[in-house]
Structure formats: structure tokens, C-alpha cells
């Protein structure tokens, strides 16, 4: 098993430019999540999923959009990047429909110039 | 709002020493408590916690939940230089459709020869 994996590592965006992170697992995990991390601010829930065709907003959901068309996949948007979504962005998933015990992704650190 | 707080914000020890994290959280709907260490990149899950009082044990690591006095402590016996690391506990809530998870800011605790 690959785990969770997201594409790509690094990504430098200007002002206003649109981009998708991607983030897949194989283990058959109904629910996945997408965090932020920001020096200081620990980890911060941007969306997250329960199934394929359920989504719903975690803490800092503005300026970014989320789709869940497969179990298997569950890309982040974003839309008009600015600077202050510059940020180490991590996807997770877990067994079942709860959160408990998430495997995170090796992470995507984003710098929007 | 949902908060979770950690103590201290860093630490630095020497190699054997005992060391004990704190973390504190005012929630609602709390289901569960989790600990997680963060090297170099994605989060690795240590614990989860969700009776009150039952110590959880890995190894040098051991955790407990005092849900009456909402707080948790992750205790590391004979430190040794591999624990450095970030350490997160997160609050697993439910929201009525799906739980999610809010993250303190971490321990970042580091281990000297």
C-alpha cells in the first residue's frame, strides 16, 4: 500500500493563480481531510470528507474548494491564490466515518509570491 | 469555539530525562483525544484516549485523559535524541453527520547528548 500520497511536494504560485493539490489513498478510508499548517497555529481543518459526494467546511475554509468524486480521491482548490495561503498543507484519511486514527500524507508546501 | 492548548510551547532536555506535555481542551460534543508526533514531516499517530483515567503505554511513552478536568498529559520516560520532535494532541469531536479533529499548536521538544 502507498498510503496516503499528494502531488506535487513544492509549488510557487503568484498572486491570483489557480492550482489543485492532489491527494489519493488505497486503503479504502471513507473519510479524508485536509489541514494547513502555519508556524504557531498547529494544524487547522480546511475541509473534509465522509464518502464520495459528502463534503463539508473544517475551521478555514474561505478561498479554497474541495470535490470528493471517488473514495479514493479528494483534491483542494484553489481558487485565486493570495499569500496568506502560503502554507504546508496536509491531506489525512481514516478508517470508517470518523476521525480518530488519520494517516497523514507527506505534505505539500505551498509559497504564493 | 472549539480550542485545544498545549504546554509548554518547547522544551529542551537531555538524553534520560523524563519529560511530561500537557494539553488542555474546551470542546464540544469531545469524543475522543489524540496524540501525535511530527519529525521531520507528516504526523504520526502515537495514542488515542477516550476513557478517563485508563493509561495508555508504547514503549517509554504513556498517556492519560482526566475528562472531568479536560486535559491530557503524554509522559516520555529515558528521553533519547530520537524523541525529538513535534508532539500534537488533537480533539476528536462529533459535529451530528461526521467528527473532525481540532489540533493544539504542539510541544516542539528537543533531546540533547
Same mark, same amino acid.
Given at each position: 500500500n502507498a498510503g496516503v500520497t499528494q502531488t506535487p511536494k513544492f509549488q510557487v504560485l503568484k498572486t491570483g493563480q489557480s492550482m489543485t493539490l492532489q491527494c489519493a489513498q @488505497?486503503?479504502?478510508?471513507?473519510y479524508m481531510s485536509w489541514y494547513r499548517q502555519d508556524p504557531g497555529m498547529g494544524l487547522r481543518l480546511i475541509h473534509y470528507s465522509v464518502g464520495a459526494g459528502i463534503t463539508d467546511q473544517g475551521e478555514v475554509p474561505n478561498g479554497y474548494n474541495v470535490s470528493r468524486s471517488t473514495t479514493e480521491d479528494f483534491p483542494l482548490r484553489l481558487l485565486s491564490a493570495a499569500p496568506s495561503q502560503t502554507s504546508v498543507y496536509f491531506c489525512a484519511s481514516s478508517y =470508517?466515518?470518523?476521525?480518530?486514527e488519520q494517516y497523514f500524507g507527506p505534505g505539500t508546501r505551498l509559497t504564493v509570491t | 469555539e472549539d480550542k485545544v492548548v498545549q504546554s509548554p510551547l518547547s522544551l529542551v532536555v537531555h538524553e534520560g530525562d523524563t519529560v511530561t506535555l500537557n494539553c488542555s481542551y474546551e470542546v464540544t460534543n469531545f469524543r475522543s483525544l489524540l496524540w501525535y508526533k511530527q519529525e521531520k514531516k507528516a504526523p504520526t499517530f502515537l495514542f488515542m484516549l477516550t476513557s478517563s483515567g485508563i493509561e495508555k503505554k508504547s514503549g517509554r511513552l504513556s498517556s492519560i485523559l482526566d475528562k472531568k478536568e479536560l486535559f491530557s498529559i503524554l509522559n516520555i520516560t529515558a528521553?533519547?535524541? =530520537? @524523541?525529538?520532535a513535534i508532539y500534537l494532541c488533537a480533539a476528536v469531536t462529533y459535529t451530528g453527520t461526521a467528527s473532525k479533529l481540532t489540533f493544539g499548536t504542539g510541544t516542539r521538544l528537543q533531546v540533547t547528548l
Open positions: @488505497d486503503m479504502n478510508h471513507e =470508517g466515518r470518523t476521525a480518530y | 528521553t533519547q535524541t =530520537g @524523541d525529538s
